[in-house]
């Protein structure tokens, strides 16, 4: 079965950093995603990753570990705009297959 | 980000009726994905759509669901009778231009009657 798990929510002070981890058991891998989601608003892409390491990208940054089924992502100098959901999401197929999502990590960031 | 396109961004219905949910995704692109999400779920992958036919569909893509791409550009979902349970936001997806990220549309917020 697929299986992705996060957890549900978690809470930050503005301008600290945030570790959001993502695990997951998939038959089939094909690149980790990480999307951030505002209320009532589509997912927006924030990093992806097919090989083992730390993907650097500003304040955000995303880690995978493949052997171990596991996924960061980072978030560093917090904004209150952070405040969000971030979706864990694993491509199982070929390199245009569809996203297994988990159910999100609540993000609120506060003064 | 490369920009997808949906139309209507609401739609009401009453039960039973049919309603298609429209997508323009990334120009020259033969793939594209529709997904959903009940309001407080996880976002769930219904279909993938290439040149022109169904490559993927997952369990919740039944026979009242289909997918086509009537002119060449455009995409749409229909669903045929719908009900309750389909209210949910339906968001159309694809890839970037040479890249293998995927990028949403605004999505579609279907509110069934």
Redesign the interface.
Known sequence: GQNIDQPTEMTATEGAIVQINCTYQTSGFN?L?W?QQHAG?????LS?N?LDGLEEKGRFSSFLSRSKGYSYLLLKELQMKDSASY?C?VRR?G??????????TKLSVKP | EPEVTQTPSHQVTQMGQEVILRCVPISNHLYFYWYRQILGQKVEFLVSFYNNEISEKSEIFDDQFSVERPDGSNFTLKIRSTKLEDSAMYFCAGPGPGTREQFFGPGTRLTVL
């Open positions: 690149g995603f999307y608003e589509a997912p927006t892409f992806y097919v979706l999401a197929g390199s245009q297959g569809n996203l297994i999502f988990g159910k999100g």
